[in-house]
C-alpha cells in the first residue's frame, strides 16, 4: 500500500490507472478505523481494480470545536490496518492539501429538503460541510464508485443527491452497520466511552430492534415516545429517535404508505454523542441481491 498526502501525487497514480481502464473504489474516512470502514474496503476491494482510502478529520463538518480538537487520530495504526485490509492507496492529505485557499471547493447544492430534521438541526452547518468534502475528495480521487456507511443515514442520501444532482459519474454503494457484539454501532467515537458505558450503550441497539417488532401493532409517534424514555437514564440521554420515511426524512403516520422506514436515534452517552439506525422496512432496497 502506498500513503500520499498531496493531492497532485494521488491525481498522477490514479490517472495512470485510469489510462489502464482501471476500475477505482474510493471509501472517505476520518480515521481512527475500526471494522465498520474495513468493511467498506472490503467491499471496494471485491468490486473494483484499486481500491483508496482517505484519512481526513474535515474541520468544515464539526459544529463544535471542542468534538473536533478531540476527535482520535493515528495514522500510523489507520495505515497498518489498511494495508492488512488489502488497501491499494492511502490519502492522508493536509487541510492546506484539501482546501487550498485560491480555490473555491464546496459545490452549489440545496440540501435543506434534506437537513431539516435529525441530525440537521442539531449539527448546524454540519452537512455543508460534508457536502463540501467528499465533492472536493471526489474531484481528488474520481472514482467510479464511492463507498459508505449505513450507520450514517442522512450523511449517504445527502452524497447520493449530491452524486445524481451534479451528475458525477461516480456511483455510491451502502454498506451495512458493523456492530459491536453487545449491538452498539462501531465508531470513532466509541473509544471515548468507558467500558461500562460501552457495554451498557446496548440499550440503543435494543430500542432500535423493539422500534422495529413495534411498527406492526403500534403507532410510530408511539414508539418514538416510548424509545425517547427508554434511553433516559442517569447515563444516556437521547437527543431524538425519530420513525422516518427513509428517502425523504419526513415522519410516518401509516407505514402501508412507505416503501422505505428508518428508525434514527442520537444519544449522549456523558460527554459522547452517538448515532445508529435501524431499516424498519424495505431493507432490500438498501442491499438489493447481487445479480449472478
Ligand atoms: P467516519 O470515519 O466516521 O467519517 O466514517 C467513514 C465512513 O465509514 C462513513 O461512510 C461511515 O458511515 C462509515 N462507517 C462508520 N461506522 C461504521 C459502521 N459501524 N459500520 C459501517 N460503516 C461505518
Same mark, same amino acid.
Given at each position: 500500500?502506498? =500513503?500520499?498526502?498531496?493531492?497532485?501525487?494521488?491525481?498522477?497514480?490514479?490517472?495512470?490507472?485510469?489510462?489502464?481502464?482501471? =476500475?477505482?473504489?474510493?471509501?472517505?474516512?476520518?480515521?481512527?478505523? $475500526?471494522?465498520?470502514?474495513?468493511?467498506?474496503?472490503?467491499?471496494?476491494?471485491?468490486?473494483?481494480?484499486?481500491?483508496?482510502?482517505?484519512?481526513?478529520?474535515?474541520?468544515?463538518?464539526?459544529?463544535? =470545536?471542542?468534538?473536533?480538537?478531540?476527535?482520535?487520530?493515528?495514522?500510523?495504526?489507520?495505515?497498518?490496518?489498511?494495508?492488512?485490509?488489502?488497501?491499494?492507496?492511502?490519502?492522508?492529505?493536509?487541510?492546506?492539501?484539501?482546501?487550498?485557499?485560491?480555490?473555491?471547493?464546496?459545490?452549489?447544492?440545496?440540501?435543506? $429538503?434534506?437537513?431539516?430534521?435529525?441530525?440537521?438541526?442539531?449539527?448546524?452547518?454540519?452537512?455543508?460541510?460534508?457536502?463540501?468534502?467528499?465533492?472536493?475528495?471526489?474531484?481528488?480521487?474520481?472514482?467510479?464508485?464511492?463507498?459508505?456507511?449505513?450507520?450514517?443515514?442522512?450523511?449517504?442520501?445527502?452524497?447520493?443527491?449530491?452524486? =445524481? $444532482?451534479?451528475?458525477?459519474?461516480?456511483?455510491?454503494?451502502?454498506?451495512?452497520?458493523? !456492530?459491536?457484539?453487545?449491538?452498539?454501532?462501531?465508531?470513532? !467515537?466509541?473509544?471515548?466511552?468507558?467500558?461500562?458505558?460501552?457495554?451498557?450503550?446496548?440499550?440503543?441497539?435494543?430500542?432500535?430492534?423493539? +422500534?422495529?417488532?413495534?411498527?406492526?401493532?403500534?403507532?410510530?409517534?408511539?414508539?418514538?415516545?416510548?424509545?425517547?424514555? #427508554?434511553?433516559?437514564?442517569?447515563?444516556? #440521554?437521547?437527543?431524538?429517535?425519530?420513525?422516518?420515511?427513509?428517502?425523504?426524512?419526513?415522519?410516518?403516520?401509516?407505514?402501508?404508505? $412507505?416503501?422505505?422506514?428508518? +428508525?434514527?436515534? +442520537?444519544?449522549?452517552?456523558?460527554?459522547?454523542?452517538?448515532?445508529?439506525?435501524?431499516?424498519?422496512?424495505?431493507?432490500?432496497?438498501?442491499?438489493?441481491?447481487?445479480?449472478?
Amino acid at each position: 500500500m502506498k =500513503t500520499y498526502k498531496r493531492v497532485s501525487t494521488i491525481k498522477k497514480y490514479l490517472a495512470s490507472h485510469r489510462r489502464k481502464k482501471q =476500475t477505482i473504489g474510493f471509501i472517505p474516512t476520518m480515521g481512527a478505523l $475500526h471494522e465498520g470502514h474495513v468493511s467498506l474496503a472490503k467491499a471496494s476491494i471485491e468490486e473494483n481494480d484499486i481500491t483508496v482510502v482517505s484519512v481526513f478529520v474535515n474541520p468544515t463538518q464539526f459544529n463544535q =470545536t471542542e468534538d473536533l480538537k478531540k476527535y482520535p487520530r493515528n495514522l500510523e495504526k489507520d495505515a497498518a490496518i489498511l494495508k492488512e485490509a488489502g488497501v491499494d492507496y492511502l490519502f492522508a492529505p493536509s487541510v492546506n492539501q484539501v482546501y487550498p485557499l485560491s480555490k473555491k471547493t464546496g459545490p452549489k447544492l440545496d440540501i435543506d $429538503h434534506l437537513t431539516f430534521s435529525m441530525e440537521g438541526p442539531n449539527r448546524p452547518g454540519h452537512f455543508e460541510g460534508v457536502v463540501q468534502v467528499v465533492h472536493r475528495l471526489v474531484k481528488i480521487t474520481n472514482p467510479d464508485l464511492i463507498y459508505m456507511g449505513q450507520k450514517d443515514f442522512q450523511q449517504f442520501t445527502i452524497i447520493q443527491y449530491m452524486l =445524481t $444532482h451534479l451528475k458525477m459519474r461516480t456511483r455510491l454503494r451502502v454498506c451495512p452497520i458493523i !456492530r459491536e457484539e453487545n449491538g452498539l454501532a462501531m465508531s470513532s !467515537r466509541n473509544q471515548r466511552l468507558s467500558k461500562k458505558i460501552k457495554t451498557e450503550a446496548s440499550i440503543i441497539y435494543n430500542n432500535l430492534v423493539a +422500534a422495529k417488532k413495534a411498527l406492526k401493532s403500534k403507532k410510530p409517534d408511539a414508539i418514538e415516545r416510548k424509545a425517547m424514555k #427508554d434511553l433516559k437514564t442517569g447515563v444516556f #440521554d437521547p437527543e431524538y429517535f425519530e420513525i422516518v420515511d427513509g428517502y425523504t426524512f419526513k415522519k410516518i403516520t401509516n407505514p402501508n404508505r $412507505h416503501k422505505l422506514i428508518v +428508525a434514527c436515534t +442520537a444519544v449522549w452517552a456523558k460527554k459522547v454523542r452517538l448515532i445508529d439506525n435501524m431499516i424498519l422496512k424495505g431493507e432490500h432496497l438498501l442491499y438489493p441481491k447481487k445479480k449472478k
